[in-house]
């Protein structure tokens, strides 16, 4: 069972893979998580990794990121080209490699070889976030009340000082 929880405004979204064996053997799986990025209004990014994890990046700052989380520590991982993530999955082994350079890119995450024996539970927690700006922050300076009235003093001075020069005898 797939549980996605996610509050309106938050910046991740919790995804719990709730797996149960109702049979009479014991059973052995492998499972992925893997998406075709589009960050930032855009469909390419740069592949990263954050934490193990399999993440993306803007192309232009790099500091906006769309991350699958590895609540459960995930065994294997794979940032690349959109394409190779699918083969990947479908060949049923991730690479541990992460790409360079700005691509359409995807990611994925695997956990390996988890087992149940019959009538028991296995839960994997992961997730997606998004974090970051699209844009660099920038700091604004401020001034204090000092620092304002001495800069009006000095704007009003340079208007008196241009108005003498254009209107001599003012």
Sequence with gaps: ?????????APRAAISLLFSNGGNAAVTWDTFIGADLFLANSDEGVPALVGGAAAGKDCIFQNYTILFENGTANDRYSANGYGTIWSEIAAGNLSNTVASGCLDNGIANEWTGRNLTPGTNLTISTGVSFTGALAPVATVPTLSVTGLTALIALLGLVGYVLARKVFPGA
């Design 1 to 9: 069972t797939e549980t996605i929880t996610y509050v309106n405004g």
